[in-house]
């Protein structure tokens, strides 16, 4: 594995509640979240960079909506 | 780049012949990777088409290129595993770890290991069709072994999924005990497996 830095995080009440449900609901660690967080973000950029459009489709009920990247 | 012995079998006498599996490969390792395989792939194809075998016999990634592949090792959801053998490139495989998630019930929608590309040397390939029978052979096993290792690393449990050319669909369900989930449509209809953390256990357990 490479090697590994560490930083302190300063997040609000809301942001760390979301963190730690989202830590239990996936199983992951805080740390594992964050970094899954980073690698999804990262990837949807280059491809949206690339040209690519991100959407959200809603089989059952026919929809499809772009999502917005800035 | 990480590095650790491990044994594939030379399939001329059957003996345990020391490798390299790699880890952490770079965009450039894969065009040097495509650079030894591309002219063996050649090959195979002439004698493929001088026999006249049929086309639903050929290999299935015979039109691979990996220098294609290569960009995808510069995102951080990417990485790519090596094996080296003989100072060639035995077998390559590459994994995604944010982009796809759990399918099977008990963990539907958690993270897991994505084999998004797996392929042994064009020299490896077993075509009797042509009389080839392959140089090595536990590669494809040894890759898959270090993605569920991967999927441990990363705190999945082991949980491995991928899409399955039809000719390795039965080394995924009986040689990695994979359950085959159903055909993607989004993926030319094939077939999507995934390794449950418990039948990772026991893929681990049976490996050792």
């Known amino acids: 594995m490479a090697t590994k830095r560490t930083m302190t995080l300063n997040l609000t009440d809301a942001e760390m509640n979301a963190l730690e449900e989202l830590s239990q609901k996936k199983d992951l660690s805080k740390t594992a979240v964050l970094r899954q967080a980073l690698r999804l973000f990262q990837m949807v950029d280059s491809r949206i960079e690339r040209g690519e459009k991100l959407y959200f489709e809603d089989e059952a009920k026919k929809e499809k909506a772009e999502v917005m990247v800035l | ?208």
């Open chain 2, 1 to 208: 780049m990480s590095a650790s012995v491990v044994q594939i079998i030379r399939r001329s006498d059957e003996a345990s012949v020391d490798a390299k599996l790699l880890g952490g490969i770079k965009p450039t390792d894969l065009l040097v990777v495509e650079g030894e395989w591309a002219p063996e792939r050649s090959v195979v194809m002439q004698e493929l088409l001088q026999q006249g075998v049929s086309r639903d016999k050929w290999p299935q990634s015979l039109h691979w290129d990996w220098r294609k592949k290569s960009p995808q090792l510069k995102l951080l959801e990417s990485a790519g595993y090596g094996i080296v053998c003989d100072k060639r490139w035995q077998g390559v495989m590459l994994t995604k770890t944010a982009s796809h998630f759990a399918m099977l019930d008990k963990d539907k929608g958690k993270p897991l290991v994505y084999v998004d590309y797996l392929e042994v040397a064009p020299w490896n390939w077993v075509i009797p069709e042509i009389g080839r029978e392959g140089e090595f052979r536990g590669i494809g096993s040894l890759l898959f072994w270090r993605a569920v290792k991967q999927s441990q690393e990363e705190g999945f449990y082991g949980r491995v999924g991928l899409h399955a050319l039809p000719q390795s669909e039965p080394f995924y369900e009986k040689g990695c005990g994979m359950t085959p989930v159903g055909r993607d449509a989004s993926k030319q209809n094939l077939l999507y497996f995934e390794l449950s953390r418990q039948q990772a256990e026991r893929f681990l357990k049976e490996g050792d």
